[in-house]
């Protein structure tokens, strides 16, 4: 049907389903360039934030009027920062400080509001770690949510396009209705645990529950740096018998620099399966679903009741370098010590 | 104009009425990209 309704209405920007998840292929065929205003009819639209576009999802009714009006109606959002500083600890990521921000100040903390990733932090980690953190903002209920708007994000976007951008950035004087100060020094990898992104608790605490399944993907931790982090750790290691660890590249792009890398052999030799690129087993759309009773170590951003399979199932999200190390032990376990 | 935060700023470049606003204002607004999906097809509109 789609590619029927492609065809009719002449659109050139069409990727099938070799290409991946939509918010890992857009920004790597140069769609989201800064400045832009996008929106998407997937609700983690958000990540394009990352990229300095203020980018949200809407319902099919909206996306329509967009399609076909070229403009859509917006309520102004309040804006928030997140001013975030300190060195991430070896093998804490900036998936385990957006946990961290939802366990603290509850999945609604930004609800129709933009917010704003700001500090030393931010601007040290890489496009694909701040991408991670605009993605997972919408759980919080961001309308927009903007990484660092810098040289990294220009150089980034410039490989994609050629198309003129310019980065937006803050009046100094501007207004937030909230500033948050973190300091991630010291983090704890942190576990969202069933059935909310917001019952957030440290690893230490949650430590040792034996898993069934350890899924590596999706639009917020399927990029190539997740699956080199997860490598590192299983590198000539055997995954737990216990486990099935399912490895979903975010696009083609990376499953074949993973493949080019040896980061595939790594994994496959270690016992991983590694599936075609796309949102795999996230909402159970493509293998791993969990059956009554199982539980699985997830890098994807939800972890509702039954949106990986059976309602009696539990899903916990962490890192990559957790959902790794998690599956080499059989139970969740803190990366740090690998 | 008052100053503004990177979405306030995105907005009113976008925004078709010219004049300025505040948080809790209804604007309308050029989008510059759609994107849709069914399954794993994605549509994106580059304007």
Same mark, same amino acid.
């Given at each position: 049907m789609i590619r029927n309704f492609v065809k009719k209405q002449g659109i050139k920007n069409f990727y099938d389903i070799r290409e991946g998840i939509c918010h890992q292929v857009l920004p790597e065929k140069g769609h989201t360039r800064p400045g832009m205003l996008i929106i998407g009819g997937d609700s983690h639209t958000t990540t394009y934030g990352a990229f300095n576009a203020a980018s949200c999802g809407v319902g099919n009714t909206d996306l329509f009027y967009g399609y076909v009006k070229g403009e859509l109606w917006f309520r102004v959002p309040e804006s928030i920062k997140f001013n975030i500083t300190g060195k991430l600890p070896y093998n804490v990521t900036s998936k385990d400080v957006i946990i961290k921000i939802a366990g603290d100040?509850?999945?609604?903390?930004?609800?129709?509001? @933009?917010?704003? *990733?700001?500090?030393?932090?931010? %601007?040290?980690?890489?496009?694909? @770690?701040?991408?991670?953190?605009?993605? *997972?903002?919408?759980?919080l209920g961001a309308k927009f949510a903007f990484g660092v708007p810098d040289q990294r994000v220009v150089d980034w976007v410039k490989m994609r396009t050629n198309k003129p951008f310019e980065l937006v950035k803050p009046d100094p004087d501007a207004i937030y209705a909230e500033t948050y100060e973190i300091d991630v020094s010291n983090l704890e990898p942190q576990i969202?645990?069933?059935?909310?992104?917001?019952?957030?608790?440290?690893? @230490? %605490?949650?430590?040792?529950?034996?898993?069934?399944?350890? *899924?590596?993907?999706?639009?917020?931790?399927?990029?190539?740096?997740?699956?080199?982090?997860?490598?590192?750790?299983?590198?000539?290691?055997?995954?737990?018998?216990?486990?099935?660890?399912?490895?979903?590249?975010?696009?083609?792009?990376?499953?074949?620099?993973?493949?080019?890398?040896?980061?595939?052999?790594?994994?496959?030799?270690?016992?991983?399966?590694?599936?075609?690129?796309?949102?795999?087993?996230?909402?159970?759309?493509?293998?791993?679903?969990?059956?009554?009773?199982?539980?699985?170590?997830?890098?994807?951003?939800?972890?509702?009741?039954?949106?990986?399979?059976?309602?009696?199932?539990?899903?916990?999200?962490?890192?990559?370098?957790?959902?790794?190390? @998690?599956?080499?032990?059989?139970?969740?376990?803190?990366?740090?010590?690998f | 104009m008052s100053s503004k935060t990177i979405a306030e700023k995105i907005l009113a470049s976008h925004s078709l009425s010219g004049t300025d606003f505040k948080p809790g204002d209804i604007i309308n607004a050029k989008l510059d990209l759609i994107m849709s999906h069914i399954g794993t097809g994605k549509v994106v509109l580059d304007f």
């Open positions: 100040y509850t999945a609604e903390v930004a609800t129709y509001k @933009s917010i704003e *990733f700001t500090g030393e932090t931010m %601007e040290n980690i890489s496009i694909a @770690s701040r991408m991670t953190m605009s993605n *997972f903002a919408l759980e969202s645990c069933p059935h909310t992104v917001d019952n957030v608790k440290p690893i @230490s %605490e949650v430590a040792g529950t034996k898993i069934n399944q350890a *899924f590596l993907g999706s639009c917020t931790n399927g990029r190539y740096e997740d699956l080199e982090m997860a490598a590192k750790i299983l590198q000539e290691q055997t995954i737990h018998d216990d486990v099935r660890m399912i490895v979903t590249p975010a696009s083609k792009e990376v499953w074949l620099q993973a493949a080019k890398s040896g980061i595939s052999e790594t994994l496959i030799n270690a016992g991983a399966i590694i599936t075609n690129p796309g949102c795999g087993a996230c909402f159970g759309a493509l293998g791993g679903l969990l059956g009554p009773g199982e539980k699985c170590i997830s890098s994807a951003n939800r972890n509702f009741q039954g949106r990986m399979g059976s309602a009696a199932a539990e899903v916990y999200l962490g890192s990559p370098a957790t959902v790794a190390a @998690s599956a080499l032990k059989g139970k969740i376990t803190d990366p740090r010590g | -």
